[in-house]
């Protein structure tokens, strides 16, 4: 209990900007995706960056991966494990030394090569897993221990990605992390956010709102994962395209259950369900590729899953996660539902892109649209990440 209690003391001591890991990562995570589209388009289009800082398809997809995802996940999941655990966050200087570690991933993926570079790099993941799973276990939190898990799945596929043979498998493994992941903790959040502010506009939805992780709930997700594990080791097989087809269909409706018609007057709860149904468009997206490739581009499902399902739904949680945890209102103002609108029309764009041999003005559009959306984060959220809690709230 003292050492909780010292805990406590040391995170209110440090300065606002290192006493929650979201406030950290989601600022940095949301500058970096901001920068990495435009950067990236730029190349696409024969613009040079010079030889260290160019980013290439691989660099592309690895930062995407790796710096903007991996920091979003550390953000949500250092917040979300005290309030599983009853432990007290990780914060201060345990929180400055994991984020100088993901920083330092970033300078020496654009600046450097070798053994020595790679080790930077892949050590950020590796530290947020055992970190992960230290607070789960000490917590004796047994029900999250698979979260730490995929944490953990999520470290390796990365370091299987400085393996140039195996990196196609290694990225593919890491958007099945992702997509299991939402399905997991979105699948928890998702009706429990909508429960309670259904209850609290006394909406009669909710009633028949279906109960956390039921029957069909673990089954779906069962589907899922066999598919995705389909996906990363028999990529090309018809059987691996009906089983992503299947999943799909089974994950939206699943989200179908979760009364998502209800709650178009709150952004901060519809946001949450748009964000999920990009998963069960994803899937069946990626399997229609499978099976039809020469009507349906591989790319299409790929950016459905990165711009679409992890671009929107990541910015459902970072916006709600920052309101919540910095003791604003949950809601959303104009700022935050224009946040959601660019994401998604960006994410559209993108997927329409690749349906048209990548059309330049609609790559051009989604990117800047998408892009826009984690600015527009960075302006409008900023100065609650980088301030103290408002008095009244503590």
């Not at 055992?130 to 995929?150: D, H, M, Q, S, Y």
């Amino acid at each position: 209990m003292d050492r909780v209690a010292d805990r406590g003391a040391l995170r209110r001591a440090a300065p606002p900007f290192l006493q929650n890991a979201f406030r950290p990562f989601f600022l940095a995570g949301a500058l970096w995706a901001a920068a990495l589209v435009p950067l990236w388009v730029w190349e696409y289009a024969g613009g040079g960056l010079g030889a260290r800082a160019s980013l290439g398809l691989a660099g592309h997809a690895h930062e995407m991966l790796y710096g903007y995802l991996a920091a979003i996940i550390c953000g949500f999941s250092l917040t979300a494990i005290p309030n599983w655990t009853g432990r007290a966050p990780v914060a201060g200087k345990g929180l400055a030394a994991l984020f100088a570690l993901w920083l330092a991933g970033r300078i020496v993926m654009v600046s450097a090569d070798g053994l020595i570079a790679t080790i930077i790099d892949v050590a950020f993941l590796f530290a947020l897993a055992a970190v992960a799973l230290r607070e789960v276990l000490a917590g004796k939190n047994w029900r999250n221990v698979p979260v730490a898990g995929l944490l953990t799945l999520f470290a390796l596929s990365h370091l299987l990605f400085h393996f140039p043979a195996a990196y196609l498998a290694a990225i593919r493994g890491t958007f099945a992390v992702a997509a299991l992941l939402i399905a997991v903790i979105g699948g928890r959040i998702v009706p429990s956010f909508t429960r309670n502010w259904l209850a609290s506009i006394n909406s009669p939805h909710t009633a028949t709102m279906p109960g956390p992780m039921k029957a069909y709930d673990k089954a779906s997700i069962a589907l899922l994962a066999l598919a995705l594990l389909c996906w990363i080791a028999i990529p090309f097989q018809p059987v691996t395209g009906m089983l992503l087809l299947l999943a799909g269909l089974t994950q939206t409706v699943r989200l179908a259950r979760w009364k998502g018609f209800a709650t178009l007057s709150e952004p901060l709860v519809w946001s949450l369900h748009a964000g999920y149904a990009w998963l069960g468009s994803a899937a069946a997206l990626i399997g229609a590729g499978i099976l039809w490739p020469a009507a349906m581009p591989a790319s299409a499902g790929l950016h459905a899953m990165a711009a679409g399902l992890i671009g929107s739904m990541t910015l459902a949680v970072m916006t709600r996660a920052s309101l919540g945890h910095t003791g604003r209102p949950r809601t959303a103002n104009r700022v935050t539902t224009l946040i959601y609108a660019l994401a998604h029309l960006g994410a559209i764009l993108r997927v329409c892109a690749a349906l048209r041999d990548n059309d330049p003005a609609l790559l051009m559009a989604g990117a800047t649209l998408w892009s826009g959306a984690f600015l527009l984060f960075c302006i409008g959220y900023a100065p609650m990440l980088l301030g103290a809690q408002p008095a009244a709230s503590r």
